[in-house]
């Protein structure tokens, strides 16, 4: 059970083109959470990397996570929400190591439906070739990961708000510190 005293730390997780910033957003609005893509948190070089079609490897990784990590243990009540991947457990509890009380919203979707997402999305720098590499690290959260909600990417924004609240014991509508 969440402790509703201290601040809402949320990180969306999920493949690329799964709506990971999407649902952060409209969390972020509803709860009055600071929300950050974790996109915005990578170097220069990494970028560079995934715009040309290299994977990132677990070295360029590090650094990132323990940002992200850092971001969410400076939240004050309310909290804050990340976008981030997370596809890995240790990537996981290396964001659980840096930031204390942390929730993860996985937003799990089949491979055809996410490509075809991805591939309506004009400007992002995350090449859809490299989809099939995102799926291949993917660690699905397991039972013994408590702190890790699933929804499906096949429900509405709304809907899946509704039910990440619900799993957080957050009544909808209500702010994050209620």
Do not use: N
Not at 106 to 132: C, K, T, V
Not at 146 to 157: F, G, K, Y
Not at 163 to 173: D, H, M, S
Request: negative net charge; hydrophobic residues 45%.
């Amino acid at each position: 059970m969440r402790d509703l005293k201290a601040p809402l730390r949320l990180v969306i997780m999920g493949v690329s083109g799964s709506g990971k910033s999407t649902l952060s957003m409209a969390l972020g609005e509803r709860l009055g959470l600071q929300v950050m893509d974790g996109d915005d948190l990578h170097l220069p070089e990494s970028v560079a990397k995934m715009r040309a079609g290299i994977a990132l490897e677990d070295a360029d990784r590090w650094p990132w996570l323990d940002r992200i990590g850092a971001y969410l243990a400076a939240s004050g009540p309310p909290g804050r929400v990340v976008a981030c991947s997370a596809l890995r457990r240790i990537y996981r509890d290396r964001i659980r190591a840096q930031a204390g009380e942390v929730h993860f919203v996985f937003l799990e979707g089949h491979f055809e439906l996410i490509s075809q997402r991805m591939a309506r999305r004009a400007g992002h720098y995350m090449q859809p070739q490299m989809l099939e590499s995102q799926f291949r690290t993917l660690e699905r959260p397991t039972a013994e990961e408590i702190d890790v909600i699933t929804l499906p990417i096949t429900e509405p924004v709304s809907q899946l708000v509704d039910e990440a609240l619900v799993a957080l014991q957050i009544q909808p509508g209500l702010p994050a510190s209620i």
